[in-house]
Nanobody
Framework: VQLQASGGGLVQPGGSLRLSCKASGFTLDDYAIGWFRQAPGKGREGVSCISGSDGSPYYADSVKGRFTISRDNTKNTLYLQMNSLKLEDTAVYYC?????????WGQGTLVTVSS
């Protein structure tokens, strides 16, 4: 099982980014798969997950209405569209399977929100 995250970068407050996570060794609907993040000096927290069975999403309150999780089963890829980014969204973002207690982790991708 491998998870390869990409798409992080530097963005100004109010801007947008889209993270991608390419999965291999399994198909996306085998697990509830999602995104976690770890801000500097803080613990890792769940951001958003999507059910493997029916695709229903979960969002942390801090990102609800701003972030959208989706998956493309034909590409076996998970996405996180992040809009209206805030300074406090700065973190290393990880994709992982399975939510809420992941068995597998991808490497992180750094998102920096700064003016």
């Amino acid at each position: 099982v491998q998870l390869q995250a990409s798409g992080g970068g530097l963005v100004q407050p109010g801007g947008s980014l889209r993270l991608s996570c390419k999965a291999s060794g399994f198909t996306l609907d085998d697990y509830a798969i999602g995104w976690f993040r770890q801000a500097p000096g803080k613990g890792r927290e769940g951001v958003s997950c999507i059910s493997g069975s029916d695709g229903s999403p979960y969002y942390a309150d801090s990102v609800k209405g701003r972030f959208t999780i989706s998956r493309d089963n034909t590409k076996n890829t998970l996405y996180l569209q992040m809009n209206s980014l805030k300074l406090e969204d700065t973190a290393v973002y990880y994709c992982a399977a399975e939510c809420p207690s992941p068995l597998y982790w991808g490497q992180g991708t750094l998102v920096t929100v700064s003016s």
